[in-house]
């Protein structure tokens, strides 16, 4: 069955980084459009990013600029890296996979929190 494993999340400083992993199996990684999505307490899921099997990247317009969406079909790994985090970036983080650049997947993993705060 599919697996979607994300990690790395954590609590960080405002202006600080982190990476999220998110590892796949089930699936032809290579084949398949990968992405990110947050939900923070009360709100709806939101994209953050999406990346194609052929590595076209699409942002949320809050993440442009900070954060970078990338895969490594080798590892069956798909990345988020974040920079400049800001309070209103605290959520917690879903790999989604499946769809493609701009429609979301059938699968989910089980979600890795992000506090920003000082």
């Known amino acids: 069955q599919v697996q979607l494993v994300e990690s790395g999340g954590g609590l960080v400083q405002p202006g600080g980084s982190l990476r999220l992993s998110c590892a796949a199996s089930?699936?032809?990684?290579?084949?398949?459009?990968m992405g990110w999505y947050r939900q923070a307490p009360g709100n709806q899921r939101e994209l953050v990013a999406r990346?194609?099997?052929?590595?076209?990247?699409n942002y949320v317009d809050s993440a442009k600029g900070r954060f970078t969406i990338s895969r490594d079909n080798a590892k069956n790994t798909v990345y988020l890296q974040m920079n400049s985090l800001k309070s209103e970036d605290t959520a917690v983080y879903y790999c989604?996979?499946?769809?493609?650049?701009?429609?979301?997947?059938?699968?989910w993993g089980q979600g890795t929190q992000v506090t920003v705060s000082s």
């Open positions: 989604n996979a499946g769809g493609n650049l701009w429609v979301r997947g059938d699968y």
């Open positions: 990346i194609s099997s052929g590595g076209y990247t």
């Open positions: 089930g699936i032809i990684f290579s084949s398949k459009a």
